[in-house]
């Protein structure tokens, strides 16, 4: 196993939207970062935001050699419009050896090729963005971030039937089968939750536990 910096360079090849905000977070994270897309007009649009922008076609091999993507330990495929292209591209990096391979999936069939081909991280941004808003439309989640075992972590409202009650005498464990990780008092930043912690009508809370048993707390009077 390779072991990798965790401020190592990312190369990201695409640069529609969710290339873009990828790039733009990395560099707003002060990480090096190569953008490549074959459209001159973005390369020209990113060269002065990124460390490094480049003019290229991925899809093909000598290009990427050519622009120094084989040291690179981390890369990002971020092109999605074209199935065939996205799975070309993550080929060309497997075959680079690029350690950690991202890549972004428009369908379950694509994510699969892409998996199958040796990429490490398939992401499906459409799909996950949709299922995020639809637990924030319930109006007591604020924010639900979801991993792959069904385990979630959302910031919500606390119920009334936990408010102005230490969390061991409301047994949020025990009852509901979710833990209270963090709160946040109005004008104070988020601390470690404990037992004895006791909630405020005017807290924010942090919740874990799987996607069901949190839901149903969210639902709770």
Same mark, same amino acid.
């Given at each position: 196993?390779?072991?990798?910096?965790?401020?190592?360079?990312? &190369? @990201?090849?695409?640069?529609?939207?969710?290339?873009?905000?990828?790039?733009?977070?990395?560099?707003?994270?002060?990480?090096? @970062?190569?953008?490549?897309? $074959?459209?001159?007009?973005?390369?020209?649009?990113? #060269?002065?935001?990124?460390? +490094?922008?480049?003019?290229?076609?991925?899809?093909?091999?000598?290009?990427?050699?050519?622009?120094?993507?084989?040291?690179?330990?981390?890369?990002?495929?971020?092109?999605?419009?074209?199935?065939?292209?996205?799975?070309? &591209?993550?080929?060309?990096?497997?075959?680079?050896?690029?350690?950690? &391979?991202?890549?972004?999936?428009?369908?379950? #069939? +694509?994510?699969?090729?892409?998996?199958?081909?040796?990429?490490? +991280?398939?992401?499906?941004?459409?799909?996950?963005?949709?299922?995020?808003?639809?637990?924030?439309?319930?109006? #007591?989640?604020l924010d639900f971030i979801q991993f792959d075992?069904?385990?979630?972590?959302?910031?919500?409202?606390?119920?009334?039937? &936990?408010?102005?009650?230490?969390?061991?005498?409301?047994?949020?464990? $025990?009852?509901?089968?979710?833990?209270?990780?963090?709160?946040?008092?109005?004008?104070?930043?988020?601390?470690?939750? $404990?037992?004895?912690? @006791?909630?405020?009508? +005017?807290?924010?809370?942090?919740? #874990?536990?799987?996607?069901?048993? @949190?839901?149903?707390?969210? $639902?709770?009077?």
């Amino acid at each position: 196993m390779v072991d990798i910096r965790s401020d190592a360079p990312v &190369i @990201v090849i695409g640069l529609g939207r969710f290339g873009a905000s990828t790039a733009g977070q990395l560099d707003r994270q002060d990480r090096e @970062v190569l953008v490549v897309d $074959t459209d001159p007009g973005l390369v020209q649009k990113w #060269s002065d935001r990124v460390t +490094h922008a480049v003019q290229a076609d991925a899809r093909s091999m000598e290009a990427l050699r050519q622009i120094g993507a084989d040291e690179f330990q981390i890369a990002v495929v971020a092109t999605g419009a074209s199935i065939e292209a996205s799975v070309l &591209i993550a080929a060309n990096l497997v075959d680079l050896g690029i350690p950690q &391979i991202w890549a972004k999936a428009i369908s379950a #069939s +694509h994510g699969k090729i892409l998996e199958r081909i040796g990429v490490n +991280h398939v992401i499906y941004p459409e799909r996950e963005a949709g299922e995020r808003v639809a637990h924030l439309l319930s109006g #007591s989640m604020l924010d639900f971030i979801q991993f792959d075992d069904n385990y979630v972590i959302v910031k919500m409202y606390p119920p009334r039937s &936990i408010r102005g009650r230490a969390l061991s005498e409301s047994g949020v464990r $025990t009852r509901y089968r979710v833990t209270v990780v963090g709160v946040k008092a109005p004008g104070q930043p988020f601390s470690h939750a $404990t037992q004895d912690t @006791v909630i405020s009508p +005017h807290d924010l809370i942090i919740v #874990s536990g799987t996607a069901a048993d @949190v839901e149903r707390f969210a $639902t709770i009077g």
